[in-house]
């Protein structure tokens, strides 16, 4: 398995301010991705963090909205700009391992008022 | 892309019978499928997974079976308790490290 923390656990932030999202791995991996969950819907991927090289965003998802970094191989942060009442979300990055296996962080609960 | 559909959105079954949940891919090319727990306010926790070169895989009482034919797979939860209600998603991948593609979800109640 892995070993994945992410912080803050959840937040209640106000419109047109800006929150950071951190990732942390127990180990080095090649895939890292972030994910928003939208109260009793599915999982929704916004973008893949690519180490050394800008993420690559889904459709419906842009740069300047949600910024993402990845300075190594276990670490990567999401950054949700200038927010809005509709990105009240939980958001969740994920680790895939070699094996192809995907493991989730515990989420960010997010609240924009 | 992929499109993965996951059927029924909601099931209610009495504790100890069976539940069954199905799923469906379009892109033949997909060859690993993992299914997903989701229990209230927690991350998606993976309980079993099924590769395309297998046809049934089983883990206690829970089962995954595929078919590569008709490009749908299944998850069988057999002798269910109270503690196997929770949401379940199915997804499919294609290689390993690619882009995952989610169900829509199944919400599970076991009645006691």
């Known amino acids: 398995s892995a070993v994945i923390s992410q912080k803050p656990s959840r937040d209640i932030c106000q419109r047109g301010t800006s929150l950071t999202i951190q990732c942390q791995v127990d180990s080095q991996v090649t895939m890292m991705f972030w994910y928003r969950q939208q109260p009793g819907q599915s999982l929704t991927l916004i973008a893949t963090?690519?180490?050394?090289?800008?993420?690559?965003?889904e459709s419906g998802f842009v740069i300047d909205k949600f910024p993402i970094s990845r300075p190594n191989l276990t670490f990567s942060t999401l950054t949700v700009s200038n927010m809005s009442p509709e990105d009240s979300s939980i958001y969740l990055c994920s680790v895939v391992r070699p094996s192809g296996t995907q493991y989730f962080g515990p989420g960010t609960r997010l609240t924009v008022l | 892309g992929e499109n993965v559909e996951q059927h029924p959105s909601t099931l209610s079954v009495q504790e100890g019978d069976s539940a069954v949940i199905k799923c469906t891919y379009s892109d033949s090319a997909s060859n690993y499928f993992p299914w997903y727990k989701q229990e209230l306010g927690k991350r998606p926790q993976l309980i079993i997974d099924?590769?395309?070169?297998?046809g049934e895989k089983k883990d206690q009482r829970i089962a995954v079976t595929l078919n590569k034919t008709a490009k749908h797979f299944s998850l069988h939860i057999t002798e269910t308790q109270p503690e196997d209600s929770a949401v379940y998603f199915c997804?499919?991948?294609?290689?390993?490290?690619?882009?995952?593609?989610f169900g829509t979800g199944t919400s599970l109640t076991v009645i006691p």
């Open positions: 099924i590769r395309s070169n297998v």
């Open positions: 963090a690519n180490q050394g090289s800008e993420a690559t965003y």
């Open positions: 997804a499919a991948s294609i290689g390993t490290g690619n882009q995952f593609y």
